[in-house]
């Protein structure tokens, strides 16, 4: 009853196609993993989101994170508080399981300000957009070949997910989860491109035709043994696709304008501040900490020495007070974390 309830409600809230969403009620649908709101008297599901797993690359080290997806709140019953409680038991939840960081995509660009305000999110992930423009006479060299497929090898992803592992701020992807998301892109018509030396991946593309040019080709994903592979890969696929133009997403950088991708509120922050400090051993900063949602966050915090110690610290006259979105924005500011290839 619940499943046919939820999978009823994210139809009504969000586009997509009856198969899109049976197949992920059928194939992603986790009753642990799902946070909900009923009505008490009626028992109608007034609300609901889904927690997904995903690792991430940070500071060095890989941590976990959740990702809140689907978040959504039945329309006749919005304006009532009823996100609120969601984001507050899936946090929690978040916190319980082990999860250091709490990530989301926002579905419309007013909501960034929401779940700042309600959830302490701030906009971390952003993403850069580059052009790369073909006249047909580029040079290809001919020790490689390029691969185009409709649908997915198992050593596509596996190349994907080695290189992505490389990005040193980046959510990475579960064999599962990866396979999902690439039978739905193959279901909207994208493309696969990889370029190999041999039965060797050098390098690979996801690629989406852009709808309103038939002459663009939009890339949500380009991972490249070297800057080499990269080009050579770009100039087969425009060999072989007659494009002209290229738009790429790639994650960003501070010389170029970027975009908002999504956001990032940290859920556990002792584990996280130990694995940064012992990524920044010269930092030393005493910190006050205050979390409306997660009280137990609250409290005191020392980095120094490679670690950071919580609770009875000893007075001093240097604490920063910050909220729990402060120190997120205070701790990833220069690390451009980035995301690519979600269920969104």
Sequence with gaps: ?????IEELLKRCFPGSDEYFARYMRLRYEKDRSITVTDNDSGKLLGV??????????????????????????????????????????????????????????????LYDYYQRVGHYVPLFRYAVDNHYFTG???????????????????F???????????????????????????????????????????????LAVGCKE??????????????????????????????????????????TADKPSFRMGSARIVNPL???RIYAAK???VRRDL??????LPQNNGYYRLADNTCEYGNIPPSDSYETLTIGELTELLFAEELPYMSLMIN
């Excluded at 009853?1 to 309830?5: G, S």
Aim: proline fraction near 5%; aromatic fraction near 6%; hydrophobic fraction near 35%.
């Design 157 to 203: 992803g596996d190349y994907l997910m080695q290189r992505m592992r490389l990005r040193p701020c980046c959510v990475q992807h579960t064999d599962e989860e990866l396979t999902f998301i690439l039978d739905d892109l193959r279901s909207e018509g994208c493309l696969f491109f990889s370029l190999r030396l041999g039965n060797d991946f050098t390098a």
């Design 288 to 293: 006050l900490l205050t979390d409306p949602i």
């Design 49 to 110: 989101t889904q927690l997904i797993a995903y690792p991430m690359t940070c500071f060095g080290s890989v941590v976990d994170t959740s990702y809140i997806y689907s978040a959504c709140v039945h329309p006749e019953y919005r304006n009532q508080g009823i996100m609120r409680r969601i984001l507050a038991s899936a946090l929690q939840e978040n916190r319980e399981k082990g999860d250091v960081l709490s990530t989301l995509i926002p579905a419309e660009p007013w």
């Design 137 to 155: 006479n580029e040079s290809l060299d001919t020790r490689y070949t390029l691969h185009v497929a409709t649908a997915v090898e198992t050593s």
């Design 271 to 273: 584990p996280l501040l």
């Design 280 to 282: 920044y051993p010269e």
């Design 1 to 5: 009853m619940i499943h046919t309830a």
């Design 211 to 252: 709808e309103d040019s038939t002459d663009t080709l939009r890339l949500i994903e380009l991972l490249a043994d070297t800057p080499e592979t990269a080009h050579q890969l770009l100039t087969a696929i425009s060999r072989h696709t007659t494009v002209r133009r290229m738009r790429i997403h790639t994650p960003a």
